[in-house]
């Protein structure tokens, strides 16, 4: 691989052109899982666009094939600009790798590397040796960022996962009788659909089930209008997964057993009230138990190891404070997305987690603000743990 140039210079026009390339990318983030969100820019020697592509949907056309379909002939010769390594396997689709070569592209410009064991370095390396001049690390931490959680999954063998919580100003969830409805605007609780619609999965627990009796779907009508469009490019809701140690769930009972969407609930021993049913689509998993003070819940690790091997790499967490706290407490949170309203509920209400009680402040998770911004009277702020 020594034709790469992982140090190339680059022009101010090939920056325009990745950057292009990235747009494009941005708009399968609602659609692609379990794939990653790939873009690709194809210019010819008088530096025109003759093509542009994106991945839509796993099992469709990559971003290079659709840019080399829209290029045709004009892509002899030409430059190629792909947000992430083209890949050098056959999957569902064939390897784009193969695809530039075959349509004699001269030049590609590569954002960054696909750690996925199938291509790291395959791809370029088959380019190189069809003699493609290939440069490496233009915008490269715009395509990292893009395509984060897929990147931690493949790293770490379980999903990203970004717990959200909605509190008031004195950090309560909900009141003491349990009433929770509502803490935050509708501009929060809107915002909450788009990150929903991004998400692989959504978690809860069984005691959120119980209380609320949630669907906890992407409520489509909710989505700003190019949201909505990319979202139904996915043809189907994130899968519910829920936590169901004490097999306290009826498939009978429960609206997110019953609404046709998949739910997969994990448990320790099944649970013969969630046979399928006519109309649903929910069905368990049965992993192992650990003990706690006495009691006995579905090991975590477990449960996101299975997860992974689903293909889920971005895990959506909505749930009640024991399960969320069981989350800081195991170091499995790696991004809090916390909606807080302008109100207090006072000392009685129901906490943000139930995580365990630090005996000094070295002890503390401590997180970094991402971002922190205004939905009409409430906040978001986005907090990221690395661990």
């Not at 064991?117 to 490496?136: C, H, P, Y």
């Not at 139930?354 to 005996?359: E, F, G, I, L």
Request: with cysteine; glycine share 8%.
């Amino acid at each position: 691989m020594s034709d790469i140039q992982a140090n190339s210079v680059f022009s101010v026009f090939d920056a325009k052109m990745m950057g292009k390339a990235l747009q494009l990318a941005r708009r399968g983030v609602f659609s692609t899982t379990p794939n990653p969100h790939v873009g690709c820019i194809i210019t010819n020697a008088q530096n025109q666009v003759v093509g542009e592509g994106f991945h839509k949907k796993a099992g469709q056309g990559h971003a290079e094939v659709q840019a080399l379909q829209q290029a045709k002939a004009n892509a002899v010769g030409a430059t190629a600009y792909v947000t992430l390594e083209p890949c050098a396997h056959y999957g569902r689709t064939p390897p784009c790798a193969q695809a530039l070569i075959d349509a004699k592209i001269k030049k590609v410009f590569i954002a960054c590397i696909d750690p996925n064991f199938q291509v790291r370095g395959k791809g370029i390396a088959m380019l190189t040796q069809a003699g493609i001049e290939v440069s490496i690390g233009l915008m490269q931490e715009s395509a990292l960022a893009l395509n984060k959680t897929f990147f931690f999954s493949l790293q770490h063998k379980r999903p990203f996962i970004s717990v959200k919580l909605a509190a008031s100003l004195d950090g309560k969830t909900a009141l003491a009788s349990g009433e929770s409805k509502w803490i935050t605007g509708p501009l929060a609780r809107a915002d909450v659909q788009k990150h929903r619609a991004s998400a692989c999965a959504i978690l809860t627990g069984a005691d959120t089930v119980i209380h609320d009796d949630p669907q906890l779907n992407v409520r489509i009508a909710e989505l700003p209008a190019d949201i909505s469009e990319q979202f139904l490019w996915r043809e189907q809701q994130p899968l519910r997964v829920i936590i169901d140690s004490a097999n306290r769930l009826s498939a009978i009972k429960y609206k997110i057993c019953n609404d046709g969407h998949a739910t997969l609930v994990y448990n320790a021993v099944k649970n013969e009230a969630l046979n399928y049913k006519e109309g649903g689509a929910c069905w368990q998993k049965q992993v192992p138990i650990i003990e706690k003070k006495g009691r006995q819940f579905v090991d975590l690790h477990a449960v996101l190891s299975d997860l992974h091997t689903m293909g889920i790499n971005h895990l959506w967490v909505e749930a009640g404070e024991k399960l969320t706290g069981a989350l800081f407490d195991l170091e499995l949170v790696d991004e809090l997305i916390l909606y807080q309203a302008p109100k207090i509920l006072g000392s009685a209400a129901r906490g943000l987690t139930r995580a365990t009680s630090k005996n000094s402040l070295q002890q503390a998770m401590v997180g970094k603000v991402t971002s922190l911004s205004l939905l009409g009277p409430d906040t978001k702020t986005i907090i990221e743990f690395s661990h």
